[in-house]
């Protein structure tokens, strides 16, 4: 199973990013995915996470109506569109996907996930 995350970069507040997981070793629709982040100093908080079916989805309130998760199992790849970005979005992101096959997107936190990719950096200025 393996992960790997990319899209990160330096933006301004305000602005956008897109970031990919794209999967590979495992079929991505059989398994829940995350969307992890970790700035310094905190610890790593679930930020969206996409079940097995599209319609169960979860958020971290503070992205509620500027982060979209989705998937495109075709293309074995979730994706994590981040709009309004502020500057407390600042963090390494991390995608994972769940070691079981449950469904749900739901409890959105790391124990669940077991397979990790390597993290991108979201810097966003002001």
Same mark, same amino acid.
């Given at each position: 199973?393996?992960l790997?995350?990319?899209?990160g970069? #330096?933006?301004?507040?305000?602005g %956008?990013?897109r970031?990919s997981?794209?999967?590979?070793?495992f079929t991505l629709?059989?398994?829940?995915?995350?969307?992890f /982040?970790?700035?310094p100093? !905190?610890?790593? $908080?679930?930020?969206?996470?996409?079940? /097995? %079916?599209d %319609? %169960? #989805?979860?958020y971290?309130?503070?992205? !509620?109506g500027?982060f979209t998760?989705? /998937?495109?199992?075709? !293309?074995?790849?979730?994706y994590?569109e981040m709009?309004?970005l !502020?500057? $407390?979005?600042?963090?390494?992101?991390?995608?994972a996907?769940?070691?079981?096959?449950?469904?749900s997107?739901y409890?959105c936190?790391p124990?669940r996930f077991?397979?990790?990719?390597q993290g991108?950096?979201?810097?966003v200025?002001?």
């Amino acid at each position: 199973v393996q992960l790997q995350a990319s899209g990160g970069g #330096l933006v301004q507040a305000g602005g %956008s990013l897109r970031l990919s997981c794209a999967a590979s070793g495992f079929t991505l629709d059989d398994h829940a995915i995350g969307w992890f /982040r970790q700035a310094p100093g !905190k610890e790593r $908080e679930g930020v969206a996470c996409i079940g /097995r %079916s599209d %319609s %169960s #989805l979860y958020y971290t309130e503070s992205v !509620k109506g500027r982060f979209t998760v989705s /998937r495109d199992n075709a !293309k074995e790849t979730v994706y994590l569109e981040m709009n309004s970005l !502020k500057i $407390e979005d600042t963090a390494v992101y991390y995608c994972a996907a769940d070691g079981t096959h449950y469904y749900s997107a739901y409890p959105c936190r790391p124990p669940r996930f077991t397979s990790w990719g390597q993290g991108t950096l979201v810097t966003v200025s002001s």
